[in-house]
């Protein structure tokens, strides 16, 4: 395989930033240093430029370029490590041509006269491996590409592509040609009481997992509690078990939060759990686990393994045994991880179910239940394959129908997982004659030869991979940090392409507009695969296929892109400096396997699973650019301490999300090129005043949207007024920020409130708390002329929603809006707002004029109605009993309108009778209720495109309520319901 060169260019054009900038800036260089510096950045530039010809070359790379490749790689990376120690160590000059200017010089000069003469050395030596691995080229005959390649790949890639990707919904994708999954539905669904196992075995890309997680997501409403897990190669059991319990609890999680989340109109008594036992029971035996592995620290590792296996073992008897369940176990590798996982499942006969999905039928056919059924996955028809193919290229290129030969889709051998990555291929390319497209099959398998193997389906991957322009092939490579079937979040990952400099402005595009569009497209070009959309209609998260990633990690590991310890796959460093370190496991083994490498050059950390066992200290703390620690625990062990943070001072993307961290350091301002600070889910409530420091931050995240917990912010936090775009899960309070200080903050894109002061009935503070609310009601005026697209408050406060309507310059360009809380009427202003796509409001304002009026917004994707009170809320219940009695119990959707509205989505205890017009929400998809009772459903075969139905009842579904779900169920025809009690 060719060795990709998108890495190394992109390393070399975010080092040329940073010398420019080194130029730029006027620090005190010993003498000739700054005629060096801009001599290698001359010679970089010229490297860079040739790297881009070659990323172009259609041919593989012989030996000679791909060695040269690498040993421009290294020297770019040492160059860049001097210059990071250099910015860390140095401070610009200070200006000023009076006395104490010149004093204060002279006394810095004194000061730093030994690290600058060190760093001029450094640099001199750079130079001189910049000069020799040029004329290395010339002097070993190291062949030049064709240039004229580069603008009939690039050409017009932003101008023309660059454009809002088609706002859908996303499910699981139904598997073609799979006959059999009525037969499969009636097993999983049977009656029989004993535990039993469904098998799914073929080999890889033949559509194994889309088969299971279609049969998962059809059969799942039956059974009460659920989990999906994906199995490594290698993988310890244990983990896998303890994924399942994660699982659980987050399905736990869930369900509790239906329950808060519609409770408003319920007495305590039905307030409880649907599980009781489900999160304090998952909680009680995470915290037993934790003393375990505290206790058998002096046991030695045989006797820790033993109890914690114990500890998984009873904790998932506790949240299995009574219940019915359905397990989802993918890619399962070998017989001894299958038995070792069965032996620890809940033997029930509550009518459980287990779908297991391997290559190997050996390890699909070990005996281990009575009641089992294995199902062989078969290729392709050729009537299915092309089926398959012409729906992934999702109707993009109408006119590509006739211009593609069945050559494109035959070669693939019937494989789903070729067929879609060559779709993907075709979506992307500008070709339009067919003898184009047949000597790319050509070139790929020779007549009459087809994809049968995996190593035979790496030939597609590779060619679409070298058809990447070059700054993709940099983005797909970073996706081999994630672990196999891990989902990774959108915004996520484009915030660290940013932070990485992985992407820059283009063509008058903003950096974030650059990295979505290199997002969709990889999405567009089946790199990566949507699992999971927003209300809005945009990826929420995304996956890579398993093989796809395979190919990815190989590509990575020959350009040392990156090094991943735990992975599935083995990774050989090429070079004995790590430049960005992946954990996917950190048990002890682990930690230290990374203690072993040489982590001072580390730039980029990203671990999965617990800091118990990692070792900080032996980073280089001062060039670390990307700590992304989501989800991990152990910030209260002595090894790892939040306070280091604020010693990676060229820190620019920093993660918290959902960790145990309770408090910043104070010295946080410290972290002066921090991009991203994201502390969502933590217990982080306070940001420290030194926050205001921080003069490149572009997004703060904090709050809890679970628990409706708020992040106070200091008033020092206006010194980031000129960076900041997204400012979400914040407080207003007195005392802390001041409402009308937002007017600072003119370059906000988003800004959540998830708390307000509630006046109370004492004069002088009911006076203050009004006067702070009309302050912040100006402020979103003012930042609505400026680029506010995003504004959710999700508030108790009435008097502030009151306020709203009153607005005098409406934020007439958003295009998210979300008010929560005692909403009696929506905003007059809200059906002006002519860019709005996702509209969430509280279900107060729910009845039927309100519909007449949204009715009016064209461009509304997704339209929710909610109850978001935490516990019972009487003067909710009150708004909602005179709104039933105002419109006679009834709820009206208007014809016409809601041209564009796909998303329709109504949680509310009590649901009154809902009627659809004819012709009312012609484009509507999918229509989501959550509810206690309903007392009606009317009209839903008026419904043009309706596809899902989606009905979640809180509690026991009996009287009206089931009468109702009986006959949907009997009378459903164009659209699936799927009911959930």
């Known amino acids: 395989m060719d060795l990709a060169v998108g890495a190394s260019e992109a390393t ?75 910015t860390h160590s140095l401070d ?76 859908r919904l996303v499910g699981i994708n139904e598997p073609v040609g799979v006959n059999d999954m009525t037969k499969l539905q009636h097993w999983i669904m049977s009656e029989r009481k004993d535990l039993g196992v469904l098998s799914i075995f073929g080999f890889g890309g033949v559509g194994k997992t889309t088969t299971a997680k279609a049969l998962y997501r059809i059969c799942g409403v039956k059974f009460k509690r659920r989990a999906m897990v994906t ?162 290229l999702g109707g993009r290129q109408p006119g590509q129908k006739d211009q593609v030969p069945a050559r494109v889709w035959e070669m693939c051998g019937g494989l789903p997982l070729p067929i879609v990555t060559m779709a993907g291929l ?51 490579l970073y996706l081999c940090l994630f672990p196999k079937g891990r989902n990774i979040g959108r915004k996520r990952l484009i915030r660290r392409w940013i932070a990485v400099g992985f992407v820059s402005e283009k063509q008058g595009l903003s950096v974030e507009d650059v990295a979505e569009t290199c997002f969709n497209q990889l999405v567009e070009r089946k790199i990566i695969r949507p699992v999971e959309h927003s209300s809005d209609g945009k990826v929420k998260r995304c996956q890579v296929h398993d093989m796809v990633l395979e190919y990815i990690i190989s590509k990575a590991s020959d350009e040392n892109f990156a090094t991943v310890v735990g992975s599935q796959w ?93 408090k910043l350091p104070s010295n946080i301002g410290d972290l002066k090129y921090l991009e991203t600070l994201d502390v969502r889910e933590t217990k982080v409530c306070v940001l420290p005043p030194s926050v205001g420091q921080l003069e490149r931050i572009r997004n703060i995240l904090g709050g809890d949207k679970g628990t409706r917990t708020a992040l106070k912010v200091p008033r020092e936090i206006k010194g980031t007024a000129k960076t900041l775009h997204v400012l979400s899960g914040i407080e207003i309070a007195e005392g802390t920020n001041n409402a009308s200080e937002l007017n600072h903050f003119t370059g906000l894109r988003k800004l959540a409130i998830y708390k ?98 949204l009715s009016k917004l064209r461009t509304l994707f997704s339209l929710t109605f909610s109850v978001c009170a935490a516990k019972h809320d009487p003067d909710i219940t009150a708004i909602l009993v005179k709104n039933k009695s105002n419109y006679r119990g009834e709820i009206f959707v208007p014809a016409g309108g809601f041209l564009k509205l796909k998303l329709i989505r109504i949680f509310i205890p009590h649901l009154p009778s809902l009627n659809f017009s004819e012709g009312a929400m012609s484009a509507l998809e999918r229509l989501e209720l959550r509810f206690k009772r309903l007392e009606g459903l009317h009209g839903m075969d008026k419904l043009e495109s309706i596809h899902d139905v989606i009905m979640t009842v809180d509690g026991q579904v009996e009287g009206t309520t089931k009468l109702i779900l009986d006959e949907l169920k009997r009378a459903q025809g164009k659209y699936v319901l799927n009911v959930q009690e």
């Open 570 to 662: 083995f990774m050989p460093t090429r070079s004995n400096k790590v430049r960005r370190l992946a954990l996917h496991s950190t048990d002890s083994k682990r930690a230290k396997e990374a203690d072993r490498m040489n982590l001072s050059h580390v730039r980029s950390l990203t671990v999965f699973g617990s800091l118990d066992h990692l070792h900080l200290k032996s980073f280089k703390a001062g060039i670390v650019q990307v700590l992304d620690l989501e989800g991990c625990g152990g910030f209260n062990e002595n090894r790892f301490s939040v306070s280091d943070i604020c010693k990676m001072t060229l820190l620019k993307y920093l993660s918290l999300r959902g960790t145990d961290v309770k």
């Open 756 to 853: 307000l002061p509630i006046s109370d009935q004492n004069v002088a503070s009911k006076k203050k708390s009004d006067h702070m609310l009309k302050e912040l009601i100006s402020s979103i005026q003012y930042l609505s002329g400026y680029y506010l697209q995003s504004l959710i408050v999700d508030v108790e406060s009435s008097e502030f929603l009151i306020l709203l309507d009153a607005m005098d310059s409406p934020p007439v360009y958003l295009t998210a809006l979300k008010l929560s809380g005692r909403l009696v009427k929506i905003p007059k202003w809200l059906p002006d707002l002519g860019k709005l796509v996702k509209l969430n409001l509280s279900a107060t304002a729910l009845h039927t004029d309100t519909l007449k009026l």
């Open 12 to 86: 070399i054009k975010s080092l040329l930033t940073k010398l420019g900038t080194l130029l730029a800036e006027e620090y005190t260089l010993v003498r000739g240093v700054r005629g060096d510096i801009q001599f290698i950045k001359d010679e970089l530039a010229s490297m860079q430029a040739f790297l881009s010809n070659l990323s172009h070359s259609k041919e593989g790379h012989d030996d000679q370029t791909d060695d040269w490749i690498q040993q421009i790689r290294e020297v770019a990376y040492d160059i860049e490590d001097c210059v990071d120690d250099y």
């Open 426 to 476: 075709v979506a992307s390319k500008s070709l339009t004659e067919q003898h184009e497209w047949i000597e790319v099959c050509d070139s790929l398998f020779p007549r009459p030869q087809v994809c049968h193997k995996p190593e035979e389906f790496m030939r597609i991957v590779n060619y679409c991979y070298t058809a990447l322009p070059g700054d993709l092939k940099t983005c797909s």
């Open 231 to 392: 199995v490594s190669h290698g993988t310890d059991p244990d983990d896998v078990l303890k994924d399942i319990l994660k699982k659980l609890k987050e399905s736990s999680v869930h369900q509790q939060g239906q329950i808060h989340s519609t409770a408003s109109t319920s007495t305590k008594k039905n307030q409880a759990s649907p599980d009781p036992q489900g999160m304090g029971f998952y909680q009680k035996h995470c915290s037993r686990l934790s003393q375990v592995k505290l206790c058998a620290r002096s046991e030695g590792e045989d006797g820790r393994a033993s109890k914690e296996h114990e500890a998984i073992k009873k904790a998932l008897k506790g949240q299995l045994e009574k219940d019915r369940y359905l397990l989802l176990i993918d890619d399962v590798w070998s017989s001894s991880t299958w038995q070792q996982i069965w032996n620890c499942l809940p033997k029930n006969f509550e009518g459980s179910r287990v779908i297991l999905t391997t290559r190997f039928e050996a390890v699909a056919k070990t005996s281990l239940v009575d009641y089992q059924l294995f199902y062989k996955m078969k290729v392709l028809s050729s009537k299915d394959a092309k089926e398959l193919f012409y729906k992934s």
């Open 92 to 167: 610009p000059d200070r200006r000023g041509d009076d006395l104490w200017s010149v004093i204060v010089r002279a006394l810095y000069e004194l000061r730093t006269c030994w690290p600058r003469r060190s760093i001029a050395a450094k640099i001199a030596e750079l130079k001189e491996r910049a000069r020799d691995v040029g004329e290395r080229r010339n002097r070993y005959g190291v062949p030049n590409p064709d240039p004229a390649k580069k603008k009939s790949s690039l050409g017009g890639y932003f101008a023309a592509e660059h454009q809002e990707t088609t706002r």
